[in-house]
């Protein structure tokens, strides 16, 4: 847990204090409302989220076989976070946390540390879930991420280093952001926060001020400060009960990773059209390669469904079947064509 000495917490308070007192002042609040008041008010509202969450919240300790500079087999170690959702044990953590990982250990705030059996995963979305056996588990609960908007504070929880629930505080920076190759994989539709997530952090909860987890941390960019990525828990709940079910993800594939079309995009890459997905990558041999997507290329609409957003990409194809054959408008050279393109399932990875 981050602490403050006495001048330090004072002048934390005070910083935190302006910005509430001045959106308190323009909302109309009472001139009486002190701004330490108003901190303090602030200051008690992060503690109880923090303690509804951070009981849930996880270590996950793993051993990968992996080889050393004679390429003889030794036994490596990794670890991460993970939160706890479900009376069943289930917990939710990232991908890459247990990749490959022969051995898991879940260790408890309570200090209780249990084996974790590794239920369901996905790379693609850098989420897992693992299972532990036990009783009175503390749960969180998951929130909503659909409607979040840059501004709104936000907690970060985990086990930088190893160190047991660490809470780390900050805003969304923004939302729809795409990143990588992150460890070989393009990551779509992240949370950016400015809340510092360490290593460690990965797979631990972001979590609103009523206490629910609205993310799940996943990345940091090397070297840069204020910058971390959460998976939205709505796309985690999306796929949960198919990775409890079938240990993976069973879905329609179009093997693209595309940007947001905003101001700064259309800038950037001279595009003269309004809305929809920037392509960034082809995946070789992807239905969409196959049906003459390229790099470069705008998705406008499917099937005549608008598409102006990454969720509404991943929502139109999500509905569709495996083999199903559909129409994707997009915008290309000045000029808008027609392409058919048959889907596929997402392969393993």
Same mark, same amino acid.
């Given at each position: 847990m981050i602490t403050f000495g006495g001048r330090e917490k004072r002048a934390w308070l005070l910083g935190i204090a302006t910005v509430v007192f001045l959106l308190g002042t323009a909302l109309g609040a009472s001139p009486e409302v002190t701004r330490e008041g108003a901190a303090l008010s602030l200051q008690e509202t992060l503690i109880q989220a923090s303690e509804k969450v951070a009981p849930a919240v996880v270590n996950i300790r793993i051993v990968r076989?992996?080889?050393?500079?004679?390429?003889?087999?030794? /036994?490596?170690?990794?670890?991460?976070?993970?939160?706890?959702?479900?009376?069943?044990?289930?917990?939710?953590?990232?991908?890459?946390?247990?990749? #490959?990982?022969?051995?898991?250990?879940?260790?408890? /705030?309570?200090?209780?540390?249990? #084996?974790?059996?590794?239920i369901g995963s996905d790379p693609s979305f850098d989420l897992a879930v693992v299972k532990i056996e036990a009783e009175n588990l503390p749960l969180a609960k998951l929130g909503d991420s659909d409607n979040l908007r840059p501004g709104e504070f936000c907690l970060a929880i985990g086990n930088p280093f190893g160190l047991q629930n660490t809470l780390?505080?900050?805003?969304?920076?923004?939302?729809?952001?795409?990143?990588?190759?992150?460890?070989?994989?393009?990551?779509?539709?992240?949370?950016?926060?400015?809340a510092p997530i360490n290593p460690g952090n990965s797979g631990g909860p972001l979590i609103d001020l009523e206490g629910e987890v609205i993310g799940i941390n996943t990345a940091i960019i090397p070297y840069a400060q204020g910058i971390g990525f959460a998976i939205p828990i709505n796309t985690a709940k999306e796929i949960i009960d198919e990775l409890i079910e079938h240990g993976r993800v069973i879905r329609?594939?179009?093997?693209?990773?595309?940007?947001?079309?905003? /101001?700064?995009?259309? #800038?950037?890459?001279?595009?003269?059209?309004?809305?929809?997905?920037?392509?960034?990558?082809?995946?070789? #041999?992807?239905?969409?390669?196959?049906g003459g997507i390229k790099e470069g290329d705008v998705i406008v609409k499917i099937n005549d469904q608008d598409v102006r957003t990454i969720e509404d990409l991943q929502r139109v194809i999500k509905t569709k079947k495996i083999g199903e054959e559909v129409t994707i408008l997009i915008f290309r050279e000045d000029k808008y064509e027609k392409v058919k393109v048959k889907l596929e399932e997402r392969p393993t990875e």
């Open positions: 076989l992996t080889y050393d500079s004679f390429f003889r087999v030794v /036994p490596g170690q990794g670890q991460g976070s993970g939160v706890i959702f479900s009376k069943e044990g289930y917990i939710l953590t990232n991908e890459h946390v247990i990749h #490959e990982a022969r051995e898991i250990k879940v260790v408890l /705030p309570d200090g209780r540390e249990l #084996e974790g059996e590794l780390t505080f900050g805003v969304i920076s923004a939302t729809g952001r795409s990143i990588g190759p992150a460890r070989g994989k393009i990551l779509e539709n992240l949370i950016q926060t400015q329609p594939w179009l093997g693209v990773s595309t940007l947001c079309l905003t /101001p700064q995009v259309k #800038e950037r890459f001279n595009l003269d059209v309004d809305s929809g997905c920037y392509i960034i990558k082809v995946v070789p #041999e992807s239905p969409a390669e196959k």
